[in-house]
């Protein structure tokens, strides 16, 4: 099986370790309550803890 590969937005790749976390944090965003407030909250932390790293925009920028 080929091993995953995520680089972040210097090019900079994720370890074995931080890949696994960072799949663990997509299943367990998935698992969250539908609630609005909730769901908002959990995207803020998930955003806070990779989004910086991988690049991605705010998730309240439109």
Known sequence: ???KKIV???GVQFTP??????EN????LRL???NPTVKKA???KMWN??????GLPHPDDK
């Open 1 to 3: 099986m080929r091993d």
């Open 8 to 10: 972040d937005k210097d």
């Open 17 to 22: 370790e931080e890949v696994a976390e960072y």
């Open 25 to 28: 944090d997509v299943w367990d």
């Open 32 to 34: 969250v309550d539908q």
């Open 42 to 44: 959990a995207n803020l």
């Open 49 to 54: 803890k990779w989004g910086k790293r991988l």
